[in-house]
């Protein structure tokens, strides 16, 4: 299934959607299987461990240390892995108020990780960054 690959179109027509709860970030030594408690919306295996992104409950249940307390914010759109510009477009327009962003591409849409207590001056970014670019 293709998605949008044109710059402006995915601009103009992103719908963010922010999700509820808190997330933060968890590492797990190389080797160690992930908790069955836990229920990451992201797993990532580099050489120093294993990434998880899971709810701040879930990570504080299970005694792991967890970084970056942040909201998971959707971007409603299909933009397909090869799509150009997309989320640069984006994080710069984060980054030009001092937010720290950290996106997830996954097969159908992209998702942000943005601080807590900056989700909701990240969703009116996003809605401004779309109105432009209509």
Do not use: Q, W
């Not at 992930?34 to 295996?45: A, G, H, K, Q």
């Not at 005694?63 to 970056?68: H, Q, R, S, Y």
């Not at 914010?73 to 397909?80: D, K, V």
């Not at 937010?99 to 989700?119: E, I, K, Q, T």
């Amino acid at each position: 299934m293709a998605g949008e690959t044109d710059l402006k179109k995915l601009l103009a027509t992103m719908t963010p959607e922010l999700l509820a709860g808190i997330h933060v970030f968890v590492t797990l030594p190389p080797g160690m299987p992930v908790p069955s408690t836990l229920e990451p919306v992201m797993l990532f295996r580099e050489r120093e461990g294993t990434t998880l992104i899971v709810l701040e409950g879930e990570a504080r249940a299970a005694g792991l240390d967890a970084v970056f307390p942040c909201c998971m914010i959707t971007l409603n759109i299909h933009s397909p892995l090869e799509a150009v510009g997309f989320l640069a477009a984006i994080t710069a327009r984060l980054a030009r108020t001092g937010m720290g962003v950290n996106p997830v591409s996954a097969f159908y849409h992209d998702h942000l990780f943005v601080p807590a207590d900056r989700a909701e001056e990240a969703m009116e970014l996003l809605r401004d960054l779309a109105t432009e670019s209509a």
